[in-house]
């Protein structure tokens, strides 16, 4: 059945972005020719390769730590703070200039929802920018000490699932503290990167401050490995972050991790039953579930279970899929074929131990890499689906019955990146919160991020803290450090 | 392309069922003291105010076009109470109104007529004379509005009045000063009451009866649910946000609210209830961000005037312009319209 209202197609031009066939690194102010084995990055909506990006050899990355040094130590390093914070001004508001241009490209690589793209993570991109902008001549209030100093040289990796917002998150504090980064995005979201290059270039940021280097894991590797990075910044899976950590013992760099997570959102019976469906469906379908903060366990009181899930399920049924573009779509594309084929296999092993697994009626697009909504009921915490990390839009519900047993069931994780709590009590809410081994906890709201608050895991969601006052402490060593 | 943006399951909302014709009462015993209707009212679940923005704020960033824009200024234009509640009002001033309300758009005739004409109980009787033939019904307020402050037996004399005067619909405020006071009870029987001088003289069956919460005045969430609540109970067959006398009127997270009540409540009992914002909206946008949240919120089962009505009076021009500009291209000007 059709329904009565059905919304004409609303599509967000893609004219606007200016597609090159095949892009170059961004090495020391200008673009360059890689001289690795050039990659293709799809859109995943349509499968449709967008463009042909370099690959960073070790020697591409060599050059590029080179102009970061070089750049560190003639230009950023000495400059003024109240002049680097004009420059992180500046590619903030160009940022915002270019906002359509960067949520229609983030889209077409990415898989995500226009809607996301254009009202989260462009937005969120351009606040960390101003944010950071702000601190830079204000250092020696950051609870540092009187006088911190930059690193030097940052090697950052950064993940598939928010290309540019991650790129702020690491760009952002490491400028605005005198470091100089080398940047490798991730194998199938390189477009965003290259185009905040060109943003850097409008910005007349000095020639070597930021470097852009694609590639796939090996790029990455290099960039970690390479002895003249000061300090490593990665945000990925945690065998990723495990395999480095190993990599950097010993050798005197800096590390911050932000790795997977695993996060309760736990609802109690006296929660606003409404809003904390919408706030489930926030949690776990946001990005596709794309997310290491995903309300991936929902953990709700045996009392109200059936109610939220009957409610929950109606609601899944009402969201939009399909293109990306369309301005009224809910949930976009699974990034790649590769976490497409991981969706599945745990959804999977999830069915096979016995767990109800429910989806709601309704066709995918043909093309392209698409799963459905998908909600597990009957989950016990010995369950695959409720330990592992699934990084798609695959809810496990489990009961509990006291608040004691909330905490435990939430803590039960070899994760601790973020949690939920739904309870229009206030008091349940301060006491929960402060049980949880947890980095970021949400009271009656679910996946909001600002710039000003620090953002980071315990156990092996990593370690390090991102945004806020705590987030410079990364890039900094204080007088005594 | 990935093929056209689609809701996932257009049936996800109204999976639950036909409204019956009369109303069950599961909930007969929770008005059988104060104590036991302020437990039931005070035990629903909470609203959280921030949620609720956050949810109307996703809403009003759907983008609706061409089709669906067409179908969206249609139906809001069948869904609008054509109102005039002034004290300036006459006889030809309703007529005009009622005029208008036949035939919004006197060039076009594929244009709808609206759902009713809105007036104050003394000229209920020019709005029937004015609308006779016309499918189009006329709504009356009454009980003191829009302060409600007077004695029951003044109110209940007001409703009758517009009864007997033909009103299809009447119009009607609670009593905010014994809802805020946590006099739930007196509230609900007033609600009753009025209902049941809503009857027709000589056995004609009832006005509709709509219940204005004036949600202005009771400026929380949880005070907009508990009286939704209230006023389904006691037989409401329109739940509607506001006189339009008080600031704020209608907002989306209100809107929002009361659907979600009736949508719970037909759930419970089986009864379907309308809502009518009214106050406040003013142009084609709210109108359409109306439509939206309905129809992602409680689903199309609401989306017609049976079920769902704008109380406004400038509206109704906006949305003609905004239909001219569809099928003409261009904007005209408000002398393109008619003057109410």
């Known amino acids: 059945m059709t329904s009565l209202f059905e919304y004409a197609p609303a599509l967000e031009s893609r004219s606007i972005v200016d597609l090159r066939p095949s892009y170059g690194l961004f090495i020391d102010g200008e673009f360059t020719e890689g001289t690795g084995t050039p990659l293709k990055t799809l859109n995943p909506a349509t499968e449709e390769v967008l463009a042909e990006v370099a690959t960073g050899s070790d020697a591409d990355v060599d050059r590029a730590v080179h102009a970061a040094r070089r750049a560190f130590t003639r230009v950023w390093g000495p400059m003024r703070p109240a002049d680097r914070g004009k420059y992180l001004f500046r590619i903030a508001r160009l940022l915002q200039e270019r906002a359509r241009e960067f949520a229609v490209l983030e889209s077409l690589d990415n898989g995500k929802p226009i809607r996301e793209s254009r009202d989260v993570d462009v937005p969120l991109a351009a606040a960390h920018f101003f944010y950071h902008a702000g601190w830079a001549d204000k250092l020696e209030h950051a609870g540092l000490g009187p006088a911190p100093r930059p690193l030097g040289v940052a090697g950052q990796v950064i993940p598939w699932n928010f290309p540019l917002m991650m790129l702020a998150w690491k760009i952002a504090p490491a400028l605005a503290t005198g470091n100089t980064v080398v940047l490798k995005p991730a194998e199938t979201t390189p477009l965003t990167a290259l185009l ?17 280097v694609t590639g796939a894991g090996e790029t990455g590797r290099a960039v970690v490995a390479h002895p003249d990075v ?14 480095i950590a190993r990599a950097v013992a010993g050798t005197g760099k800096r590390l911050t991790l932000e790795l997977g997570g695993k996060a309760a959102n736990i609802v109690f019976d006296d929660a606003p039953v409404d809003q904390a469906v919408e706030g489930i469906v926030r949690g776990i379908f946001f990005n596709q579930g794309h997310v290491c903060c995903a309300g991936s366990r929902l953990l709700v009181q045996e009392s109200v279970h059936d109610e939220v899930v009957a ?6 049924g009402t969201l939009r899929v399909g293109d990306p573009l369309d301005k009224n779509t809910d949930l976009g594309a699974i990034n790649s074929a590769e976490q497409l084929a991981r969706i599945r296999a745990l959804s999977d092993v999830g069915e096979a131990e016995g767990a109800q697994r429910w989806q709601p009626e309704g066709d995918l697009p043909t093309r392209g890499y698409w799963f459905k909504p998908t909600v597990f009921t009957d989950v016990s915490p010995a369950h695959r689906i409720a330990r592992d990390e699934v990084f798609g839009p695959v809810l496990s519900v489990l009961t509990f019955r006291t608040p004691d047993e909330a905490v435990a069931k939430a803590n039960n994780t070899s994760y601790g990146l973020s949690a939920g709590v739904w309870s229009e009590k206030g008091s349940r809410i301060l006491a929960i919160t402060n049980k949880l081994r947890a980095g970021v906890v949400w009271a009656n709201t679910f996946n909001e991020f600002d710039p000003t608050s620090p953002f980071g895991g315990y156990k092996q969601s990593g370690y390090g803290r991102e945004g806020g006052r705590q987030g410079l402490a990364a890039y900094l060593r204080s007088a005594t450090s | 392309m990935p093929g056209m943006t689609h809701v996932l399951d257009p049936d996800a909302l109204s999976r639950e069922g036909r409204p019956l014709p009369e109303p069950l009462e599961p909930f007969s015993d929770v008005t059988r003291s104060d104590a036991a209707f302020r437990a039931f009212l005070h035990g629903l679940p909470g609203v959280d105010q921030v949620g609720a923005e956050a949810r109307t704020n996703v809403l009003g960033t759907r983008s609706i076009k061409t089709t669906a824009k067409a179908w969206a200024i249609d139906t809001a234009i069948s869904m609008v109470d054509l109102t005039t509640l002034e004290g300036s009002d006459t006889p030809g001033k309703v007529r005009s109104l009622a005029a208008k309300a036949r035939r919004p758009d006197p060039e076009d005739l594929t244009c709808p007529s609206v759902a009713a004409v809105c007036v104050y109980g003394d000229l209920a009787g020019v709005a029937k004379e004015a609308l006779a033939g016309t499918g189009i019904h006329t709504a009356a307020v009454a009980t003191a509005f829009p302060s409600g402050r007077a004695s029951r037996a003044v109110k209940l004399a007001d409703v009758r009045d517009a009864v007997a005067g033909g009103a299809d619909e009447i119009d009607m405020v609670i009593d905010r000063g014994a809802f805020l006071a946590g006099r739930y009870l007196d509230v609900f029987e007033e609600i009753v009451a009025v209902k049941e001088a809503c009857r027709r003289p000589g056995g004609q069956g009832r006005a509709h009866l709509k219940v204005i919460l004036e949600t202005g005045e009771l400026v929380t969430l949880d005070n907009v649910r508990r009286a939704s609540w209230l006023a389904m109970l006691a037989g409401g ?9 008080i600031s704020p009127a209608a907002t989306l997270p209100v809107c929002l609210v009361m659907l979600k009540a009736v949508r719970d409540f037909r759930t419970a009992t089986g009864h379907q209830v309308g809502v009518k914002p009214a106050g406040g909206i003013r142009t084609t946008k709210d109108a359409v961000k109306h439509l939206v949240m309905i129809n992602e919120t409680v689903g199309a089962d609401w989306l017609s005037p049976d079920w769902f009505r704008f109380g406004a009076s400038s509206l109704l ?7 001219q500009k569809l099928r003409t291209g261009h904007y005209s000007g408000p002398d393109h319209v008619s003057v109410d």
């Open chain 1, 311 to 316: 409610s929950l399920q109606r609601r899944i």
């Open chain 2, 317 to 323: 021009n906006d949305l003609l312009l905004q239909r």
């Open chain 1, 230 to 243: 000061d300090k490593v910044a990665f945000t990925g899976s945690t065998e990723v972050g495990q395999s």
């Open chain 1, 196 to 212: 905040f290059a060109e943003v850097c270039q409008q910005a007349d940021l000095p020639p070597g401050v930021v470097n852009i």
């Open chain 2, 237 to 245: 067959n329109f739940i509607k946000t506001s006189t339009g006398k």
